[in-house]
């Protein structure tokens, strides 16, 4: 049979470049978990996928109770659920001021974390129950929030200090938006919610790949410079980011490339090894890259864990 593969954010950029490039092998049926219908139904017939490959079901992270009900309808549509993947997300370089979830959390880590662990930890059962031979939750991850790389090294740098921002339910009334306590910054709150991520993917394969035999891996696709993700940005970096990327630093991946990085991860049968951070060299190789000291501390990870499971009212 077809495996079938939820990817969030499936409207545009790695998502929508991944969803076809499964499609098209013909081998994947895709459920389109996206905020905008007509968006993604728009995108998919633009991108050329087959009417037959695709499924579209509304899911805003923004909001846990439209995760909550993307599961009951994900769940009624009575197809198996092989693989998941936590690509949708948000980035708000030049915000002022905090902007929030229909829950009150700080919309970056709200929506790109927190939204996220609540779908995955929900669909788990999901997976452990699909009778698929290679079974994989798929957190996407990004270079920007490993502050071993020279990307993660332009400030601000991600830092989730000791959670206390977080564990005061990032909303900005009696706790600070941002997880280690400090001042609003948008570009911060989206590192820091790719570590979260990161840490979030290794957690799940520490407590739960055993038990279930599903793989958990997280990645960077490489720089994919064209995508809707720096709509907010200022108009002269949207303009030098996609040359600096191709020429100077040459981190740049087209969104199809990209896509393709990422469909290998979902279907690949050598990418089965979990808890690993896939990248990829010069020549589209893949290999198991270094994580940050902060995105592969375990004790944070446990921490974060036990914190969001808090604030998404699964503990
Ligand atoms: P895009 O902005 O093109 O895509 C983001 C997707 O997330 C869109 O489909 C968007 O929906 C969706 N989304 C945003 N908010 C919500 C929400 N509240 N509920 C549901 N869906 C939502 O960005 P990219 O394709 O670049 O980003 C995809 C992933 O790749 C992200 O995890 C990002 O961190 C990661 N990444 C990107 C890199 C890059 O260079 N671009 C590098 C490394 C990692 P809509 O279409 O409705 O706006």
Partial sequence: RKGTAVITGASSGLGLATAKALAETGKWHVIMACRDFLKASRAATAAGMDKGSYTIVHLDLASLDSVR????NVRQLEMPIDVVVCNAAVYQPTAKEPSYTADGFEMSVGVNHLGHFLLARELLSDLQSSDYPSKRLIIVGSITGNTNTLAGNVPPKANL????????????VGSSVMIDGGEFDGAKAYKDSKVCNMLTMQEFHRRYHEETGVTFASLYPGCIATTGLFREHIP??????PPFQKYITKGYVSEEEAGKRLAQVVSDPSLTKSGVYWSWNKNSASFENQLSEEASDADKAKKLWEISEKLVGLA
């Fill in 69 to 72: 009900q993307f599961v009951k």
């Fill in 161 to 172: 200090g000791d959670l206390r921002g977080l564990a005061g339910g990032l909303n900005g």
């Fill in 236 to 241: 002269l970096f949207r303009l030098l980011f």
